[in-house]
């Protein structure tokens, strides 16, 4: 419930502080005063979009904040718990607009963004609008008053969300498959190409080592020529080899039968030659018994190197990245096989889905169904106490070619004004009255449904009077025993049967206008009501006349 409404500098309001009660609380005023703006302020509250002027002249800022007691609002208090925004069973919004057009939205005194204001604000308050009548035109609206009156606005959102999921992958599913085509010709080339490489299994290194022997193999008789005449000069030769010149000069050092210093270092380095030139001639014997001529190794080595950079020219590559080029189209190969196993699994994932929306809508229908019987009757009660007694209503489900979003039907508004006549669309028979009248009767019949507890009626009641708007009157203090009312309204008839009365005035000074909202006492109620019966100057006749209308009330 709304219990407290504080503005400061919004519009034409400088300061308000405004208590309200349980039951039906009227406003009224006359046109201008500002009635709209005590809504307008709590809408902001409630998450609304901001517009210019909101901010009083002279005013930096506006301060915007509704108290709300959610001890009877389980569902508003398990989102305030949700969002951890929960303070002890308090609820408290606050809206604060610069005149630089920022604002801040808050919960509880913490920051909030405006769509989650708005989440929660759909807990608190039902708004029903003068303008409503002009919705019931559009069919999209039936199906939102239908499903809100089944209490399957939840169910509705699943089965829209269940749809778009469905949707989203089979649009998935199509664009996959349609790749997929390409993809075969891809995979085709990749595993010839991947086949050929096998085959060829060059190992990392193995280039290298081939074109080293190749190099070996086609000089092996000039190497081992040369190699002979190494060895001789070094070691196996008759005369004068490295070795014996080296032992002979060693000799000629002994010889000298010296101890100097320089005599012995001479005689070290001597020997340390002669010990690498043994050394040398070994590795050069090794070496040459790995050497052969073998022309069959040769040729075969040559034709292997000829093929690994056949391949490697064929994919414009050099012919050391071959390995690694190898393990790319590997993994893409492998790659576009799992897209294969992603297309099935997506594939399944579509027919979940759609089953998914299936069973949702199927519920959806039948809980529509049932609600559009109960609807229909008890909007037609209401219409014959509204005067049109003739007057039929009746909620059409039509189904769809095609399921959307909205479910497996298009829900549709009809109704029988005259006796003898078909069932009609509203917006072909119903006439601005009637659709008031109509309006009226669907709202009064949905708020009896409502969880929300505040429901705000603002001037619902255009383009009646007389005893229908006392019927109207009636049936909003009616919800006011059960529900918070909040109605705005210029008929006397209504405005007598509220449990509690405020009253917007405008005044000016030399430099602003201001506007106030009071709470009326008994005897500035008769004087207010008397003043709504009609009339330029108040008589006794119409102040006697507000007060039987209280009294009855």
């Not at 449904?449 to 009157?473: H, K, M, Q, R």
Request: a negative charge; charged letters at 25%.
């Amino acid at each position: 419930m709304l219990n407290q409404l504080t503005i400061r500098d919004f519009a034409i309001v400088e300061h308000l502080d405004l208590e309200l009660n349980q039951g039906m609380t009227v406003v009224s005023g006359e046109t201008g005063a500002g009635k709209s703006i005590m809504l307008d302020a709590l809408g902001l509250t409630l998450g609304d979009r901001t517009e210019s002027g909101a901010v009083r002249h002279g005013a930096d800022k506006a301060d915007i904040s509704a108290s709300f007691n959610i001890a009877s609002i389980p569902e508003a208090h398990s989102w305030l718990t949700e969002h951890d925004l929960d303070n002890d069973g308090e609820c408290i919004l606050r809206r604060v607009i610069t005149k630089e057009g920022r604002s801040r939205c808050y919960i509880n005194g913490r920051p909030t963004p405006a769509a989650q204001v708005k989440a929660l604000g759909e807990h608190l308050i039902a708004i029903h609008g003068q303008h409503e009548h002009q919705r019931l035109l559009k069919k999209d609206h039936h199906r939102n008053l239908l499903d809100d009156f089944a209490g399957e606005s939840k169910l509705a959102t699943q089965v829209r969300e269940a749809f778009q999921h469905w949707h989203k992958l089979d649009s998935e599913l199509k664009q996959l498959s349609e790749q997929s085509a390409e993809q075969t010709a891809r995979v085709q080339l990749l595993s010839y190409q991947i086949e050929e490489l096998d085959q060829l299994d060059l190992q990392d290194g193995e280039l290298k080592q081939l074109e080293e022997e190749q190099k070996t193999l086609a000089n092996a008789g000039e190497i081992l020529n040369t190699g002979h005449q190494l060895i001789n000069l070094t070691s196996d030769g008759e005369d004068n080899n490295c070795a014996q010149l080296l032992n002979h000069c060693l000799q000629m050092l002994s010889d000298m039968q010296s101890e100097s210093p320089s005599v012995r270092q001479a005689s070290e380095m001597l020997n340390t030659a002669l010990i690498q030139v043994e050394e040398a001639s070994s590795e050069i014997r090794h070496y040459m018994d790995r050497v052969e001529i073998n022309p069959e190794r040769q040729q075969e080595v040559e034709e292997r190197l000829s093929t690994i950079f056949e391949i490697a020219r064929k994919h414009r590559i050099q012919a050391d990245q071959l390995p690694e080029f190898h393990a790319g189209l590997s993994a893409e190969l492998s790659g576009l096989n799992r897209s294969d196993e992603e297309l099935e699994q997506l594939a399944a994932d579509v027919e979940t889905a759609r089953n998914t929306f299936q069973d949702l809508a199927a519920k959806l229908s039948a809980k529509r169904d049932k609600a559009a019987k109960k609807l229909s009757k008890l909007v037609d009660q209401q219409l014959h106490s509204l005067g049109m007694p003739s007057a039929q209503i009746s909620v059409a489900l039509n189904p769809l070619a095609q399921p959307n979003a909205q479910g497996l039907e298009e829900v549709e508004f009809l109704i029988i004004t005259n006796k003898g006549q078909p069932a009609k669309p509203l917006a072909k028979i119903a006439s601005g009255g009637e659709l008031s009248r109509i309006s009226l009767a669907i709202q009064v019949i949905t708020a009896q449904t409502s969880t929300t507890p505040t429901l705000i009626f603002d001037e619902v009641d255009v383009g009646i009077g007389g005893a229908i708007a006392e019927v109207v009157g009636k049936l909003l203090r009616q919800l006011g025993e059960t529900a918070q009312i909040l109605c705005v309204t210029h008929q006397p008839q209504v405005a007598s049967q509220g449990h509690q009365h405020l009253f917007v005035s405008k005044s000016s000074d030399h430099s602003h206008t201001h506007t106030q909202i009071n709470t009326l006492d008994d005897e500035n109620r008769i004087q207010e009501v008397a003043r709504m019966l009609g009339g330029i100057d108040i008589t006794e006749r119409s102040l006697e006349h507000a007060r039987e209308m209280l009294s009855l009330a």
